[in-house]
């Protein structure tokens, strides 16, 4: 399975503690009302780690096809994190999603493919364009970025 980010997991621990706190005063609630005790946190937990598990299963059963079938790889798409890997003994590409993540998967001609990220691209544009305008004021020329 893959191995996530360090800030994912802070992220992860911080919406857990928030959780608990909720989780106090809901069952508070609860026991007012004649309820048993229910753990919000276990279940938002038992739901997170289902997730996580369906994709994983996901990718081993969609990665197992693509072998069975003799191909070299798979492209797959909707799971909004892109991805590229070797998994299986075979070439696991994900595009991700161009609404949430702004990331596109596009092969080049000499078949390479590549995971393109919209917010990296735009900030290089930018960078490229203030050099060169940079660049022209340097040399004495007007340049409009």
Same mark, same amino acid.
């Given at each position: 399975? *893959?191995?996530? #980010?360090?800030?994912?997991? @802070?992220? +992860?621990?911080?919406?857990?503690? /928030?959780?608990?706190?909720?989780?106090?005063?809901?069952?508070?609630?609860?026991?007012?009302?004649?309820?048993?005790?229910?753990?919000?946190?276990?279940?938002?937990?038992?739901?997170?780690?289902?997730?996580?598990?369906?994709?994983?299963?996901?990718?081993?059963?969609? *990665?197992?096809? #693509?072998?069975?079938?003799? @191909?070299? +790889?798979?492209?797959?798409?909707? /799971?909004?994190?892109?991805?590229?890997?070797?998994?299986?003994?075979?070439?696991?590409?994900?595009?991700?999603?161009?609404?949430?993540?702004?990331?596109?998967?596009?092969?080049?001609?000499?078949?390479?493919?590549?995971?393109?990220?919209?917010?990296?691209?735009?900030?290089?544009?930018?960078?490229?364009?203030?050099?060169?305008?940079?660049?022209?004021?340097?040399?004495?020329?007007?340049?409009?970025?």
């Amino acid at each position: 399975m *893959a191995l996530y #980010a360090k800030w994912l997991a @802070l992220l +992860g621990d911080g919406a857990y503690a /928030i959780v608990l706190v909720l989780n106090t005063g809901f069952d508070r609630i609860r026991r007012r009302l004649g309820f048993g005790c229910w753990s919000l946190s276990a279940y938002l937990k038992g739901k997170v780690k289902n997730a996580v598990q369906f994709i994983a299963d996901f990718e081993a059963a969609v *990665a197992e096809e #693509a072998r069975r079938r003799g @191909l070299d +790889g798979v492209v797959c798409g909707h /799971i909004h994190k892109a991805d590229m890997r070797e998994t299986h003994g075979l070439l696991y590409a994900n595009d991700g999603d161009w609404v949430e993540s702004c990331t596109a998967l596009v092969e080049h001609f000499d078949g390479q493919l590549e995971i393109l990220q919209w917010a990296k691209l735009r900030s290089w544009s930018m960078i490229e364009r203030t050099a060169q305008v940079t660049a022209g004021a340097t040399a004495g020329e007007t340049a409009i970025a």
